[in-house]
C-alpha cells in the first residue's frame, strides 16, 4: 500500500541524507509523527534557514555563524602559519586536536577530473594572494590521504614549492585512502604533530 502523499515526501527527503535507506526514512519518519508541533516547526525553520545563517568567512571559506571568522579575526591565532584543507568540516576535526593555533584556508575541493575538480577549479591564485598578503611562514597541507588527495598535494607542492614558505604535510599515522572526516582525534594530532617537510 502507498504512504499519503506528506509522509512519502518526508520519506524521500530523509532518503537523501547518507547512510539513510528505505527501512530507515520510514522508521525515522513515522518516529517525526509522533513529535511536538512546536519541534517539527524548529526543524523546518533551522532548516529553512541553515544556508542563510552559516556563511562561510570569505577570507579562509570557514564556516561561521556570527559576523567576524572565528580564525581570521582571532588576534591570539598564529596569523603566519596556514593550514590547507579540502573541506569546512576538517575545520572541525583539526580544531578538536587542540595542537594547532594557526589559520586555515578551504580548498573548493580536492583534485578530480572525473568529477569536474581540474587544476583551475582549484582557485589557486586565491591562496596565492593569501599566502602573499599575510607573509605566511609556514604552510600545512591538511589533505586526505586518497589518491585525490596525494594529487591536489603534488599540485599544491609543484605551484607553492615556488613561493618561500615552509611547506609540510600530515602523514604519520594517516591510514591510506582515509579520509580526514574518518580519523580519530589521537591519531590526527599524531599527524598534526608529526607533519613532514614535502
Ligand atoms: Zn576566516
Same mark, same amino acid.
Given at each position: 500500500m502507498k504512504y499519503p502523499i506528506p509522509l512519502q515526501k518526508l520519506i524521500t527527503l530523509l532518503k537523501?541524507?547518507?547512510?539513510?535507506g528505505q527501512r530507515t526514512a520510514e522508521r525515522y519518519a513515522f518516529q517525526m509523527i509522533q513529535w511536538k508541533e512546536s519541534d517539527l516547526s524548529n526543524l523546518a525553520y533551522t532548516l529553512a534557514n541553515l544556508k542563510n545563517d552559516l556563511t562561510p568567512c570569505p577570507e579562509c571559506g570557514a564556516l561561521k555563524?556570527?559576523?567576524?571568522?572565528p580564525f581570521c579575526n582571532d588576534?591570539?591565532?598564529?596569523?603566519k602559519t596556514l593550514c590547507i584543507v579540502? %573541506?569546512?568540516? +576538517?575545520i572541525f576535526a583539526i580544531e578538536n586536536t587542540s595542537i594547532f593555533n594557526g589559520i586555515y584556508h578551504v580548498m573548493?575541493?580536492?583534485?578530480?577530473p572525473i568529477d569536474g575538480l581540474g587544476p583551475e577549479e582549484m582557485k589557486f591564485e586565491t591562496l596565492k594572494q593569501r599566502i602573499e598578503t599575510l607573509h605566511i611562514r609556514e604552510v600545512i597541507l591538511a589533505l586526505d590521504s586518497t589518491v585525490e588527495g596525494d594529487a591536489t598535494a603534488l599540485f599544491l607542492k609543484r605551484e607553492l614549492g615556488k613561493l618561500d614558505v615552509l611547506l609540510s604535510r600530515l602523514a604519520l599515522?594517516?591510514?591510506?585512502? %582515509?579520509?580526514? +572526516?574518518?580519523?580519530?582525534e589521537g591519531t590526527l594530532s599524531q599527524a598534526l604533530s608529526a607533519r613532514l617537510p614535502i
Open positions: 537523501k541524507i547518507p547512510g539513510v555563524d556570527e559576523l567576524k571568522c588576534p591570539k591565532r598564529d596569523k579540502s %573541506s569546512p568540516k +576538517d573548493p575541493g580536492l583534485l578530480s599515522g594517516m591510514p591510506l585512502g %582515509s579520509s580526514l +572526516d574518518f580519523i580519530d
